[in-house]
C-alpha cells in the first residue's frame, strides 16, 4: 500500500509553518497514543505513522527534499533519509522510543522547565534568593534611616575560590552522562529523561572535595549589610538587593535579596497609606465652648488645633501635610484629628449638684437628643393607633 502524504497525515497544508506542524503533530499524538486506544488494533501503526511523518516535517533539510521528491527522497539511496529511517519504517522498538522522545520533549519541556542548553547540563548552579523580615516603627518609616542588619547566608568558599575542588582545581566531566547532567532510561514506547544521580544535573564532578565546603563551594556565614530605608516605606515594601542572596553553586551568581517591611503600630498614630489619624479626648466644657488644644505630630512637633463651640465626638479636622511622606515623591499626607468628647467621672457632691442645675437650664441646648425623642414619640404614637 502507497503511502500517505505526510502533511495529510498531521492534518496540514503543504505551506504549513514549523509551529503548526508541531500543533498538527502534538493533537495527532495526543489522538492516535496506544495507550488512549486500547480498543484500536490500528491506533500503533497510526500513531508510528504521524511520528514518521513529523521526523521529516521538522527537518528543514528532511521536509525540502521530501518537498521536492515525495517519498521517493528517502529510497533507493537518494539521501537526507538519516541511514533510512524516514519512509522505511521503524525499524524495532528503539527507534519508535527514539522518536517519540521528541514529542515527550514537546508536550512536557515546557511544564518541567524547558530544554537547558547543552542538554541540560547546569554547571554553575545560581543561588537561592532570600528574604529578610525587618520591623520599623513609624517614626524611621516617616524619616527614612540606614540600618545595619546580619544576614546568615551561604558565601563563596575561599578555600577553593568556589570551585569546589581540593586547591582551585577544575571539576571533571561526569562519566555517568558524559557531562549532560541528565540520564535516558528506555520504558516501553518511552523515553524516561531524569537527573543523573551521579553529578545532581551539574554535568561535573569534584574528584578531591573541598575539606572546607565539602565541594560545595560555599560555606555558611553571617554577613552585615547596610541598608537604606527610604522614608514613606509601610508594611509590604520590598527592598531588592541585587547579587546579596546566596553564593552560587562551585561558582555560580549569587542570588538577591529582598527585605520585606513590617512597621509596628504606633500608640498615637494610625496609618492609612500616607494619611496619619489621632483620635484626641476633649472635656465636655471644651466641646460645649470651644477652644484651642495642641496635637502632637508624627515629626515630634506640636500642631494648635482650634475647636469650634458646640463640637461632638467624631468631628474630624484636617492638618495638611502631616502625614506621612510619599514612598517615590511628591507631596506628603494629611493627619486627620478626631474628637472625642470625654464624660467626666469621679465627681464631687458639687459638681453633680451644678450638672444637675445645668441640666434643668439646657433643655433647649440640645437639638440632636430634642429630634430623636421627639421621632420616638411619633414613632409610639403611631403603634398605638
Known sequence: MSKRDY??????SKGASADEIKKGYRKKAKELHPDRNADNPDAENLFKEANEAYDVLKDPEKKAAYDRFGHAAF??????GGGGRPGGGFQGQGDFASAFSDVFDDLFGDFMGGRQGGGGRQRAARGADLRYNLRVTLEEAYNGL???INVPSSVQCDECNGSGAEGGAEPVTCPTCSGMGKVRATQGFFTVERTCPTCSGLGQIIKNPCSKCGGQGRVQRERALSVNIPAGVETGTRIRLAGEGEAGMRGGPPGDLYIFIDVQKHEIFEREGSELHCRVPVSMATAALGGDIEVPTIDGGRSR??????????????????????????????????????????????????????????????????SFFSSVRNFWDSMKG
Request: aromatic share 4%; glycine share 14%.
Open 7 to 12: 502533511y495529510d497525515v498531521l492534518g496540514v
Open 75 to 80: 529510497e533507493g539511496g537518494m539521501g537526507g
Open 146 to 148: 540606614q540600618k545595619t
Open 305 to 370: 488645633v482650634k475647636i469650634p463651640s458646640g463640637s461632638q465626638s467624631g468631628r474630624q479636622m484636617r492638618l495638611r501635610g502631616k502625614g506621612m511622606p510619599a514612598l517615590r515623591g511628591g507631596s506628603a499626607g494629611d493627619m486627620f484629628i478626631e474628637l472625642a468628647v470625654e464624660t467626666p467621672v469621679n465627681l464631687t457632691s458639687r459638681q453633680k449638684e451644678l450638672l444637675r442645675e445645668f441640666e434643668e437650664l439646657s433643655e433647649d441646648n440640645n437639638p440632636e437628643s430634642h
